[in-house]
Every structure is written in structure tokens, then in C-alpha cells.
């Protein structure tokens, strides 16, 4: 496998596999109420239908089981995941994105949790390095809680955002399957 010119070992490409899959598992975990975004982020890999048949019939059994756990967890939530199950759905994405070769594509995909844990990263630097806070708590949903937004409303706008950014994830995955 090349990257810009240069060759990558298959200890390189394991290095960086593991990376991803750790960090979005991480990532993933962090946000309240957030894994309708894995939702759209798996629908929006439908070629797999025909270049990867099993990874397609994968997907499908996590979406199935997403929307089953979904239908129960609309406010007030009657069902709740935990670390283990958020966890293993952001392994989960993180390893698909990574079969399909779309890892560049999970940062747009993923553009929800991108920014949550970008939050709380940029948070805890700003507060080390300058001892003040760019938000009123990490991560980002908190601070919308502080400002007086109520959960519902941070839940559908996070769901806008994510349906979005599915599109435009999709999108450029369409460009780039179409040479566009």
C-alpha cells in the first residue's frame, strides 16, 4: 500500500488500523445518546452490497439491532447501553471504515463525534496551558446543557448535524467510487 509516494509496511498499516479503531471507539463512547450517528454512518457504506457481501449482511444486523435499541431509548430513555456497547459499536464502525479503506471519510461521517471530543480535548489543553476554559464544561453537549438548551433540542440538532454529514460523507464517497 502507498500514501503519498510512500510505501507502507504491513506493521505501518496495522500501527494505524489499531489507532483508528481505538480512537473511535473512544470517540464514540463520549457523546450522551449519540449512536443514531453510528446508524447513519453505517448506512451511508451501501456498496458493500456488492463488493463485500458478508461485511454488507454485517452492517444490516447492526443497523437492525440499532434501531431496536433506538425505538426503546427516545426520551425517556427505557434502555441504556453503557461503555461496553458504545465501545463496541465504535470498534465496530472504525473497523468497517477501515475494510472498505473510508477511514478519511469516518472524520466526516463521524463530524458529531469529531467535534465532542474535540471539545474535550481542546478544553483540557486550554485549561493546562492558559489556565482558563473555552467552554463552560467538556464535552459539547454538556456546555449546550449549561447555556440553557434542554436535551432534546441538542439531541435532534446533533441529529441534524449527523444526518448532514452522512450526506456529505456520502456524497464524497460517491465522487471518489465515480471519479468526480
Same mark, same amino acid.
Given at each position: &500500500?502507498? #500514501?503519498s509516494g510512500h510505501v507502507l509496511t504491513p506493521t505501518d498499516v496495522s500501527s494505524i488500523g489499531s489507532r483508528v479503531i481505538a480512537s473511535v471507539g473512544a470517540a464514540v463512547k463520549v457523546p450522551d445518546r449519540v449512536l443514531r450517528d453510528v446508524l447513519i454512518a453505517l448506512v451511508a457504506v451501501p456498496h458493500l452490497k456488492v463488493s463485500q457481501p458478508n461485511l454488507a449482511v454485517f452492517c444490516a444486523l447492526i443497523i437492525g439491532a440499532l434501531m431496536g435499541f433506538l425505538w426503546?431509548? $427516545?426520551h425517556p430513555a427505557q434502555l441504556f447501553m453503557g461503555d461496553a456497547g458504545a465501545l463496541s459499536l465504535g470498534a465496530t464502525l472504525a473497523v468497517v471504515a477501515t475494510i472498505t /479503506?473510508? $477511514? !478519511?471519510? !469516518? +472524520? $466526516? =461521517?463521524?463530524?458529531?463525534f469529531v467535534a465532542v471530543t474535540l471539545s474535550v +480535548?481542546?478544553? #483540557?489543553g486550554s485549561f493546562k496551558l492558559r489556565g482558563r476554559r473555552i467552554f463552560r &464544561? @467538556?464535552?459539547l453537549q454538556h456546555h449546550f *446543557?449549561?447555556?440553557?438548551? @434542554? *436535551? *432534546?433540542? =441538542? /439531541?435532534v440538532r446533533f441529529w441534524i448535524v449527523s @444526518?448532514? @454529514?452522512g450526506l456529505v460523507g456520502f456524497s464524497l464517497f460517491l465522487a471518489s467510487v465515480n471519479g468526480l
Open positions: &500500500m502507498a #500514501v426503546f431509548n $427516545v /479503506t473510508q $477511514v !478519511l471519510l !469516518l +472524520v $466526516v =461521517i463521524g463530524a458529531v +480535548v481542546l478544553q #483540557v &464544561m @467538556a464535552p *446543557e449549561l447555556i440553557g438548551w @434542554a *436535551e *432534546e433540542k =441538542i /439531541t @444526518a448532514l @454529514a
